[in-house]
């Protein structure tokens, strides 16, 4: 029963015709399709995890990246917007027999329907792994991927705001076939039935109308706090954002990732250092930092109060650049205007 309204959820939720509920994560969702449609060896393109990728789009460590031929695409040195001749040249000289759109760390809407025409140029399958915007497509405020790709993967939780938990939605009834069967028995055993139930619920509450509200403060708080770090200095990569998040380059402060990744964590504002398209530090260091909205816009935090965060932030930051050795009085004080700031925003207001 729980699985069948999940089901039935989803395809309304995303105007779908099969959805397939089962996988553990976004990471075997994503396995599921190569499963479904690939052979061990087959081509297909994805972003590079430098560009704003993510691992299972056929980075080197994965194992999209062992057992297909991965050919990885990236973004213009200009603009950090997808190179789309790139990705036209690259389908044209290797032949894919999938091309994958989406990433983890791509603050800007994709061109679906460019990728769709490329794709469908060369004979290939296309796919959007929609992870970190499916809420936002929920709540109507997003292209809707569907409308373009063959097939569509996602996690549940991010901005969708369910459980942790993956999902592969088709309009498609042969690939649907091969989907499901895919899943189980090609990939997982039992299906997880606690997190089933709990993507119904979470799918029934993208059905309401509030949560139209929410994907829109989701975008605008995005905004609010990006344009406060530009304002302090930083570079925005891509210029800004269309959506939850924002990948920001901090070497105009002179900062590393992992050392303001570091510094904000001990003011009590949680983001991770990120690679920036080009970065010459190693990832394990980077030059940047992700930072995102859906958190604090669902504790209640608008505009005002992530245009305040991003202050924090800059002073944390600013903080580092003058006391590299040592933050930790600009820390304490952050952290204490963090928790007067979250007081005033009660997680579970009817409790006291």
Same mark, same amino acid.
């Given at each position: 029963v729980a699985e069948s309204l999940a089901i039935e959820r989803a395809k309304r939720l995303f105007d779908c015709g099969f959805a397939n509920v089962q996988p553990h994560s976004g990471a075997q969702a994503n396995q599921g399709v190569f499963l479904a449609l690939l052979n061990p060896g087959d081509t297909f393109l994805g972003m590079s995890l430098a560009a704003g990728g993510h691992l299972t789009h056929g980075a080197a460590p994965n194992l999209s990246g062992k057992w297909f031929n991965a050919v990885q695409y990236g973004v213009r040195p200009d603009d950090h917007l997808i190179d789309f001749d790139q990705v036209s040249a690259l389908a044209k000289e290797h032949r894919p027999k999938l091309i994958i759109a989406g990433g983890s760390a791509y603050p800007r809407i994709i061109d679906f329907a460019r990728f769709r025409?490329?794709?469908?140029?060369?004979?290939?399958?296309?796919?959007?792994?929609?992870?970190?915007?499916? +809420?936002?497509?929920?709540?109507?405020i997003h292209p809707n991927p569907l409308d373009f790709a063959d097939v569509v993967t996602t996690t549940t939780h991010k901005t969708l705001r369910g459980p942790r938990g993956g999902m592969i939605l088709t309009n498609d009834q042969d690939i649907a076939k091969k989907i499901n069967s895919a899943i189980f028995p090609g990939l997982q055993g039992g299906p997880l039935m606690h997190v089933i139930a709990a993507?119904?619920?979470?799918? +029934?509450?993208?059905?309401?109308?509030?949560?139209?509200?929410?994907?829109?403060?989701?975008?605008?708080?995005?905004?609010?706090?990006?344009?406060?770090?530009?304002?302090? +200095?930083?570079?925005?990569?891509?210029?800004?954002?269309?959506?939850?998040?924002?990948?920001?380059?901090?070497?105009?402060?002179?900062?590393? +990732?992992?050392v303001a990744e570091a510094s904000l964590e001990r003011a009590f504002l949680t983001c991770n250092k990120n690679a920036i398209p080009f970065d010459p530090e190693k990832p394990a260091i980077a030059s940047g930092l992700r930072v995102g909205s859906p958190a604090a816009t669902t504790r209640g935090f608008g505009t005002a109060e992530f245009i305040k965060v991003g202050e924090l932030m800059v002073e944390v930051l600013d903080g580092l650049v003058a006391h590299p050795e040592d933050n930790s009085a600009i820390e304490q004080s952050v952290r204490e205007q963090v928790q007067t700031l979250c007081a005033d925003f009660p997680i579970y207001q009817t409790l006291e």
């Open positions: 025409d490329i794709a469908h140029d060369v004979g290939a399958l296309f796919m959007v792994d929609m992870a970190h915007f499916a +809420g936002l497509v929920a709540g109507g993507k119904a619920v979470a799918f +029934g509450e993208a059905l309401r109308p509030d949560f139209k509200t929410y994907s829109k403060a989701v975008v605008e708080n995005s905004r609010a706090l990006a344009s406060t770090l530009a304002q302090s +200095g930083l570079d925005i990569v891509s210029g800004g954002t269309d959506t939850h998040l924002s990948l920001i380059d901090l070497r105009p402060k002179g900062l590393t +990732g992992k």
